[in-house]
């Protein structure tokens, strides 16, 4: 932290944004992840540290005109307790309930986990199945200026994403889910908590009558970014949930994804364990009535 010239705690989008203008900065939100990686060296420090954190526009949930709306700067914590999230986008809460500890969910935000842009973010994955699109803000012509792409569209690489040096990540919005939608977020981790996924598969569609009329999936830890299951997602509509046809998606999924093997585990585990949490899910899914 040595080479910090400047310190700024913004507590306004405009005025954030116009920081952000004037050249690259080092920007926390929780610095759940900007912290330990500055400390250890994996992240150079820039002159200009921006804490965002006092933005309280960024932060919070809502709904309008069918669309839900979560600010960047909502800690995993808010995202848990929130009941209007339980009750129609339940997922997400489930990705929630598997993150980390009670202590680093109330400092760790949506926003951070996203641009931080790890393959094993644990709450992409169920953002990815809801087709969540990320709202990005900048200083343009004396204003701020937003643009907003599908989150499917904004992992670049292992901690890269299309976000400029001079934006920041407003908001994660996605149209309220269908009536009948199933959401389900799976994670295997070496320990049951406090552990980054070994593995992770989130699902969503419209579950009538036994059947998918539309489904996502989204994996984590198996490619250099969290991706759709676009094969599963194809194997898994219009199909009549039962035994075989369960194993035949789960080998789908299995056969989709290409990880790598490294120190949490091979590439032939992180596999197996896709195929098997697809599998488990699906058949929870099957037993659940529409
Ligand atoms: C003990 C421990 C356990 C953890 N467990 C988990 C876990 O179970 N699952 C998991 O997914 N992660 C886990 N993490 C990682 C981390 O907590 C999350 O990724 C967290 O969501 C990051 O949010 P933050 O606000 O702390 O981000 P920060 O560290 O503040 O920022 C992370 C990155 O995002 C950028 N950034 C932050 N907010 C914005 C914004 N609004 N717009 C643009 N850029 C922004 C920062 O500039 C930085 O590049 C863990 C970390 C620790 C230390």
């Known amino acids: 932290m040595a080479n910090v010239e400047r310190y700024e705690a913004p507590e306004s989008l405009p005025e954030l944004t116009q920081i952000l203008a004037e050249g690259p900065a080092t920007m926390f939100a929780g610095g759940t992840d900007v912290v330990p990686q500055m400390r250890v060296g994996a992240r150079p420090v820039r002159p200009t540290l921006i804490n965002i954190n006092?933005?309280?526009?960024?932060?919070?949930?809502?709904?309008?005109?069918?669309?839900?709306?979560?600010?960047?700067?909502?800690?995993?914590?808010?995202?848990?307790?929130?009941?209007?999230?339980?009750?129609?986008?339940?997922?997400?809460v489930q990705a929630a309930d598997c993150f980390a500890s009670g202590q680093v969910r109330n400092a760790a935000t949506l926003g951070g986990n996203i641009c931080n842009a790890s393959p094993a973010g644990d709450m992409i994955i169920p953002l990815l199945v809801l087709d969540a699109e990320v709202e990005l803000a900048s200083w343009r012509n004396a204003c701020v200026a937003r643009r907003r792409m599908p989150l499917c569209d904004f992992f670049t690489g292992p901690g890269k994403t299309c976000i400029e040096d001079a934006e920041v990540l407003a908001a994660v919005q996605f149209p309220v889910p269908k009536p009948h939608t199933v959401g389900r977020f799976r994670k295997f981790g070496t320990r049951p908590a406090l552990d980054i996924a070994v593995v992770s598969v989130g699902l969503a569609g419209v579950k009538e009558n036994g059947c998918f009329k539309d489904a996502r999936v989204a994996f984590g830890a198996v490619a250099p970014t969290p991706i759709r299951g676009r094969n599963t997602e194809a194997a898994l509509v219009h199909v009549e949930l039962d035994g075989d046809r369960i194993s035949d998606i789960a080998q789908v999924a299995e056969q989709e994804v290409s990880p790598i093997s490294d120190v949490r585990a091979s590439a032939w585990y992180r596999t197996h364990l896709i195929r098997e949490l697809m599998e488990r899910m699906l058949h929870e899914v099957h037993q659940t009535r529409d």
């Open 54 to 92: 006092r933005l309280a526009d960024l932060r919070g949930i809502s709904e309008s005109n069918g669309v839900v709306r979560i600010g960047g700067l909502t800690s995993v914590a808010d995202i848990l307790d929130c009941a209007f999230l339980k009750q129609v986008a339940s997922v997400v």
